[in-house]
């Protein structure tokens, strides 16, 4: 299995893409450092960035190579390597090299200009919807076999949770603004997870807003050990499922 | 207090009454019951136990920080003279009461009362100046233990005064550190007062009043200052006030005011206004805090000028379509115009209120959506096209870099 990693990260680097990826988050996070006078103000204008791009790119970058090598992976299977150790290999390196390139493009600049431990959470968010989006990639990668089709699946996961998601539960949150709806929120908020990185970031960025009304609810459960815990173990959930479905589907596959 | 006491010596020859424990002259009521008015009671370090009373013009001064004890029961200092000064005491313990407000140093319709460099810890209220003039607290440190506002005092508390002076004093734990009704004429200058149980700083029907370089925060509640006019505020800090009703500074009634170069850092909401005309709020800073300015339909004739607004999350909002007041060359963090011709000035006019602040207004827990892409572009479209939000408000000559106060070239 790391040896099938190993090839997949010699693959990936090759094709340069990763190495671009890692490089345009030095020049996001250096010329919004540069750029706001305030690092707060900096760092809420990368959350931003974040919480859009990061999960575009990563789905998109591994739903296509999952595409490009499965020439690969029908002539590994005439060899006698197990299924699973392939797919999870594949797996394994593109999370890895996507993570790589993300955490010293952005870890960098954020320890140089920010070094809080504020700036260390935006860093672990990023790589946790990093692994989260790739493994959503190999879901959407082996459900079918035509590319298009899959790029456009990946396509629509991401414009449901970065974007649709919100746009939603607002919705649903006017429809029944009579209502206190606070614990349904917090409730909706683990079923997304760029929604669960967003609020990690926002008890970070708007701690003094979020006391006022009911936010000292929220500060109270996500600042709690539980809450923490329990957003920890749910983005764990969120990597693994899809990856556990899809390997299912792999293996029973037709390739 | 020289000049005090060279008056006091060109009439009589001042005496000293030395006090000490295990003396002739063990007591300080003792003491005062022999003195001529302006001698002076020297008070060595020791446990006193006792109501001290000060009826006639007097210095009392403590040396090795005798502890004035009120063991709960009673109040350790009153004093019902003029021109009497304390210094250098210890004062713990005053007892607490429903009926009269019992005070570690209290003072009754005085003139010329100088309380300076006094320690005052667990006392019910701390230094209590009633019906008073032209007195002087300063240089006093206050604790007190405050749990829940019913059973504690307030640290220093005016009550119908005129013309004092309250100064580098430092008061924590209290239920409002600086607390004034109907006091008027009055300078407060570089206290600090935090962690107190309610406000910082509460005052009243308080005209004329300047505060100058003082330090609120970590108060339960901030600062709230109501029904007053012309009051001087500047170079205050105020800071860390967090939680659904804590303001850095409400503002209720306040009239012909001035509240400029303060710094208002990380309170969830820094300024509450409510029932506010003609005041002017020039050179603050905004820094972090929930929501900058919260500025309620009952204000007009507010002037805006020259503050920073920079990292918070909403900068200003309100209950009103129209907007009375005005805002003008301010820096707002989140002005997103451009400046063709370079003069400093923003071309286009900056909508301050932001469309998710009044949807958080109406619906406080939408702001967990904060910071999502849709709001965001829900925001874009509104400053586009307001709709929502009162577009009367705005600031027509945004600053494209922060006011600094030192070069100030936009007058």
């Not at chain 1, 699946?153 to 206190?180: E, H, K, N, Q, T």
């Not at chain 2, 309100?318 to 007041?325: C, K, P």
């Not at chain 2, 989140?334 to 909508?351: A, C, F, K, M």
Request: proline share 3%; glycine share 8%; charged share 15%.
């Amino acid at each position: 299995m790391l040896k099938i990693a190993r090839y997949a990260i010699y693959d990936i680097l090759r094709n340069r893409f990763v190495l671009a990826y890692g490089l345009f988050w030095v020049l996001v996070s250096m010329s919004f450092f540069n750029l706001e006078s305030d690092p707060l103000k900096g760092m809420a204008s990368l959350l931003n960035i974040l919480l859009m791009a990061l999960p575009l790119m990563s789905i998109v970058f591994s739903t296509i190579h999952v595409y490009n090598s499965y020439e690969f992976m029908e002539l590994m299977l005439a060899q006698p390597v197990r299924r699973s150790a392939l797919f999870m290999g594949q797996y394994l390196g593109v999370a890895v090299s996507l993570c790589a390139a993300f955490g010293l493009g952005m870890g960098v600049p954020v320890l140089l200009y920010d070094g809080s431990p504020r700036g260390l959470l935006l860093v672990g968010c990023g790589l946790a919807l990093t692994l989260v989006f790739v493994s959503l990639a190999f879901l959407a990668a082996v459900l079918t076999r035509d590319k298009a089709r899959g790029i456009g699946l990946a396509l629509l996961i991401w414009f449901f949770c970065a974007i649709l998601y919100d746009g939603l539960v607002l919705m649903g949150m006017f429809a029944f603004s009579d209502y206190p709806l606070e614990r349904v929120i917090i409730a909706l908020a683990f079923l997304n997870p760029v929604d669960l990185a967003r609020i990690a970031m926002l008890l970070q960025l708007d701690s003094a807003a979020l006391m006022g009304y009911t936010g000292a609810l929220f500060h109270h459960f996500f600042g709690s050990a539980l809450g923490i815990g329990l957003a920890v173990l749910v983005l764990a959930v969120w990597v693994a499922w899809p990856l556990l479905w899809a390997l299912r589907v792999f293996q029973r596959k037709d390739l | 207090m020289g000049i005090l006491l060279l008056l006091g010596s060109s009439f009589l020859p001042a005496r000293t009454w030395v006090v000490a424990p295990g003396t002739a002259l063990s007591r300080i009521n003792d003491a005062i019951a022999q003195a001529k008015p302006y001698d002076t009671v020297l008070v060595r370090g020791g446990r006193y136990r006792e109501a001290v009373v000060v009826d006639r013009p007097l210095t009392l001064r403590g040396e090795g920080r005798p502890v004035l004890d009120g063991e709960d029961a009673r109040q350790p200092i009153s004093v019902r003279a003029n021109h009497v000064s304390i210094s250098g005491f210890r004062v713990v313990r005053s007892g607490s009461g429903a009926l009269e407000d019992l005070a570690g140093i209290k003072v009754y319709n005085a003139r010329y009362v100088y309380i300076f460099n006094n320690d005052l810890d667990s006392n019910f209220f701390g230094i209590y100046l009633s019906n008073s003039r032209l007195c002087w607290v300063s240089g006093n440190t206050l604790r007190a233990y405050g749990e829940v506002e019913q059973t504690s005092g307030n640290g220093i508390h005016a009550w119908k005064c005129d013309s004092i002076f309250i100064t580098d004093n430092r008061v924590r734990g209290h239920r409002d550190g600086i607390y004034f009704e109907f006091v008027t004429h009055s300078r407060i200058e570089r206290n600090s007062s935090t962690h107190n149980v309610r406000y910082g700083l509460h005052f009243m029907f308080s005209h004329n009043d300047a505060y100058m370089h003082n330090t609120f925060a970590h108060n339960g509640a901030g600062v709230a200052v109501m029904y007053t006019r012309e009051v001087l505020m500047r170079h205050n800090t105020f800071a860390d006030n967090i939680g659904a009703s804590a303001y850095g500074m409400l503002l209720k009634d306040i009239q012909r005011s001035e509240i400029s170069d303060n710094v208002f850092r990380n309170n969830t909401a820094a300024i509450f206004m409510e029932g506010c005309t003609r005041s002017r709020l020039e050179r603050n800073e905004f820094r972090q805090n929930g929501w900058a300015i919260r500025i309620q339909a009952s204000c007009e004739n507010n002037v805006f000028r020259h503050n920073n607004f920079v990292a918070n999350t909403f900068d200003v909002t309100t209950n009103n379509q129209i907007s009375l007041n005005t805002f003008e060359y301010n820096y707002w963090d989140q002005y997103t115009g451009y400046d063709i011709n370079r003069d400093g000035i923003g071309d286009v006019p900056h909508l301050p209120v932001s469309l998710f602040a009044m949807i958080s207004e109406q619906m406080p827990y939408a702001m967990m959506f904060w910071r999502s892409f849709g709001v965001l572009l829900l925001e874009r479209a509104e400053r586009a096209i307001p709709s929502l939000c009162p577009d009367s408000l705005r600031d027509h000559s945004p600053l494209m870099k922060p006011y600094d106060a030192a070069s100030s070239k936009h007058q």
